[in-house]
Structure formats: structure tokens, C-alpha cells
């Protein structure tokens, strides 16, 4: 990881230009796992299926992207490799909310990330890193910011306690209200699955997008009641929301990623999404993804904003 001056954190969006920005590895991931330790559905139906994608295809894609991210000015910084370790998936880890970073705990399978990005958050301003207490438990693909609102993805008990891809809980909630009392918070509950990828929201990400100034992607599958997919969508302008079916959902096609508010990375095979984006005037940067996706994430999943103007 390479360090330059101390960064001032500022992040109230999804959209806002793009500065700077973590982006995971795929080197020395680990391997396929077996069926047992894999902790979300997608990257089991990989494994069970023979398909769980190789070391050298996931740098590729990563690279990649990495390249359309510098080709757009962004400050592109890398997690310290771990051997053994998968660290594609940078949003969970940590994350930014205005100018605080927000250090939650996550499963224990995943825990080992974050000593990846202890070096980059030594540097930072020691009262803007907050260390979240131990029943609140949160992941950032569970967090979407809009200006004033923050948007949570979380699990009830009955679910958080049954599910391992119950990742966020009302406690979590809480402490972002508390911690951002001058922001509206907001809680949606999932659909949790450990087995079905098709009938389960790994995180919010998973199933609802903001874009531009007043669009969003959102899928109504993925909300465990209809009145929060309805609160929500009434939230965006009508004529800017794309919305998603199941099957859109399960392939990722709200987990894209801002780097402007006209600037979107999406995949070349979402091919109807990316013609509603250019219809709608977005610049769409098409970027192969399509094995990173079988682990359970995509763009949004594998970035962890640090700084947005």
C-alpha cells in the first residue's frame, strides 16, 4: 500500500466525483473453498457447480477496472495482500460517511480484511475513526448515502440470528443515527437466504442503486415488505428509476458504480440496463466483471470510497 500525505475523508453520496478510492486485490485469494466455508449463496452455487472463477481471471477483471478508474483521475489505492486471504470485496470492511470512518464488526470469516487497511487508516485523523461497538454490527454494502439521508439494509433478530448473510442489525442501525444525528436514517428490511441466490439480498446494494441526481435502480425483490420498496421508490423521480426483476437482481444489476454523477461502470452483458442508462444520458464505462461476480459482488462490492467532491 502506498501512503502519501494525510487525506481529509469526505463522502455524502454515491454519485459525487470520484477522487480517491480502495479498490480490493485478488492476489493470493485463497482458492476455491469448500461448500462449508462459504459464507454467502452466490459463491456457493459457484462452488457447487463447478464454476467458482480462477486467481488469474479475477485480477484481470480487477485490473481492469482498476485501469477505467485511473483513465477518470481517481486516486486508486490497493489493500496490503494478505496470503490466503480474499480481499476482493473492500466496501464491508470500513466506510465513509461525511468525513468519518466508520469501522464496524463483521463476520468472523472476514474479519482478517481490515488488518489490509490499517496502515491507509493509521493515517488518518484518530478522532475521525470510529470504531463501532460490538452488538452493532453493520457491513458498508448495507449503507447507501443520499446528501442528507443515510439508506441501511438490515436483518431483524429472527433473521440476523438464523442467517449468515444477515449482516447488519438494528443495533447497527441505531448507532449510525446516533453517531449522524443531524442525517435521516433509514431502515429496510431484506430478504436473507443462505442457499437461494435468487431469493436473497446479500446486502442493500444488492438490490437498489442511487444514480445521478434523482435516479435510482432498485429491484422489489430484494425488500423483505412492500412498504419499504414503495417508500423508496417514491423517494427518486418516477422517470428516473430503473427498475429490476429478480433475475437482474441475482446477476447484480444495481451493484454498479458511480464515478460521477454522468460516469457509471457496468457490465457489458447488462445490455438492457446499460441502454436505459445511455437513454437517460449516463456515460456508461462497460467493464468485464463477470467472475468476480460468481464470489457474490460486483463493482460497488469490490470499492470503498474514501473521497468524493
Known amino acids: ?113 481490515l488488518e489490509a487497511i490499517q496502515p491507509l487508516i493509521a493515517t488518518f485523523n484518530h478522532n475521525n475513526v470510529i470504531k463501532m461497538p460490538e452488538k452493532a454490527r453493520i457491513e458498508g454494502g448495507d449503507v447507501i448515502l443520499k446528501g442528507d439521508t443515510i439508506f441501511i439494509g438490515y436483518s431483524e433478530d429472527e433473521d440476523f440470528n438464523l442467517y449468515k448473510v444477515a449482516r447488519t442489525n438494528i443495533e447497527g442501525v441505531g448507532f449510525v443515527q446516533k453517531t449522524f444525528p443531524n442525517k435521516k436514517v433509514l431502515g429496510f428490511e431484506l430478504k436473507k437466504s443462505d442457499t437461494d441466490p435468487r431469493n436473497s439480498a446479500l446486502h442493500l446494494d444488492c438490490c437498489f442503486q442511487p ?67 445511455r437513454d437517460k444520458g449516463y456515460s456508461v ?3 468485464p466483471y463477470g467472475q468476480v461476480s460468481k464470489m457474490g459482488g460486483l463493482f460497488r462490492c469490490s470499492t470503498m470510497p474514501l473521497i468524493r467532491e
Open 1 to 113: 500500500m502506498k501512503l502519501g500525505k494525510v487525506m481529509n475523508l469526505n463522502v455524502n453520496d454515491e454519485v459525487g466525483l470520484l477522487k480517491t478510492v480502495i479498490l480490493g486485490i485478488a492476489n493470493d485469494f485463497g482458492g476455491t473453498p469448500s461448500e462449508s466455508e462459504c459464507y454467502d449463496p452466490k459463491s456457493l452455487e459457484s462452488v457447487q457447480t463447478g464454476t467458482y472463477p480462477s486467481e488469474l481471471s479475477l485480477i484481470s477483471e480487477m485490473e481492469y477496472f482498476c485501469g477505467i478508474l485511473e483513465k477518470h483521475d481517481v486516486e486508486v489505492i490497493r489493500p496490503d495482500n494478505i496470503v490466503g486471504l480474499n480481499q476482493i470485496y473492500a466496501r464491508d470492511i470500513a466506510f465513509v460517511i461525511e468525513n468519518k470512518l466508520l469501522v464496524p464488526n463483521i463476520i468472523e470469516d472476514r474479519s482478517r480484511e
Open 285 to 287: 464505462e462497460e467493464v
Open 211 to 277: 444514480i445521478g441526481k434523482k435516479g435510482a435502480i432498485i429491484c422489489e425483490n430484494g425488500f423483505k415488505n412492500k412498504n419499504d420498496f414503495e417508500l423508496l421508490a417514491g423517494m427518486f423521480e418516477k422517470d428516473q428509476i430503473i427498475l429490476i426483476d429478480a433475475n437482474d437482481m441475482y446477476n447484480m444489476n444495481s451493484n454498479i458504480f458511480s464515478i460521477s454523477e454522468r460516469i457509471i461502470v457496468s457490465q457489458p452483458e447488462f445490455v438492457n440496463l446499460n441502454k436505459q442508462l
